[in-house]
């Protein structure tokens, strides 16, 4: 069945060609999620407080939601606020956003068996979508167009978590 899930991860562009090459993940897009105001732009996110998002639609037949965690749990640096690699605001905060419960349930779970094997407290938010917006076309599949653009995730490295 198809599942949706939203992942703030820093910046989007790595976060989206990431999971755009998992295996079950059927599209990614870039968006801004979890604002205060229904509408912004990418200039605007200071003001508006919304994070840079990747809204993840997978096949969960294909890949399970436990394994989307753990690649993004891998890809991000869990403990940061406000920060993940060279990218320093409030947009590029750490979150896992759904409309669905069961689903944020799941997420919760799977951060707080995390947290028993960290020392360090894991600062990503889970909380229900809000205020969900499409980023402009040229976020959109951005590495993939610029092949050289910045990207503070290694998008060679996905280690097998079976």
């Known amino acids: 069945m198809k ?14 060609a990431y999971f755009k090459q998992l295996e079950g993940v059927e599209k990614t897009q870039a968006g801004y999620a979890n604002g205060l105001t229904e509408d912004t732009f990418y200039e605007n996110l200071k003001n508006s407080d919304h994070a840079e ?4 639609t997978y ?6 939601l436990e394994k989307l965690l753990e690649y993004f749990y891998y890809i991000i640096d869990p403990f940061s606020i406000n920060k993940q690699g060279g990218d320093l605001g409030r947009q590029y905060r750490t979150g896992i ?4 419960r069961k689903i944020l349930e799941e997420v919760r779970k799977f951060l707080e068996e995390k947290q028993k094997n960290e020392e ?3 600062q990503v938010e889970v909380e229900k979508l809000k205020n969900y917006i499409k980023a402009e076309e040229y976020h959109q599949d951005y590495l993939k167009k610029n092949p050289n653009g910045y990207c503070h995730v290694n998008l060679l ?4 978590f079976n």
């Open 3 to 16: 599942q949706t899930i939203y992942l703030a991860g820093g910046c989007f562009w790595g976060v989206d």
């Open 53 to 56: 998002t990747v809204k993840v």
């Open 59 to 64: 096949e969960d037949e294909e890949i399970s």
């Open 97 to 100: 956003y759904s409309e669905d």
């Open 120 to 122: 360090e407290k894991i």
């Open 157 to 160: 490295d996905r280690p097998d």
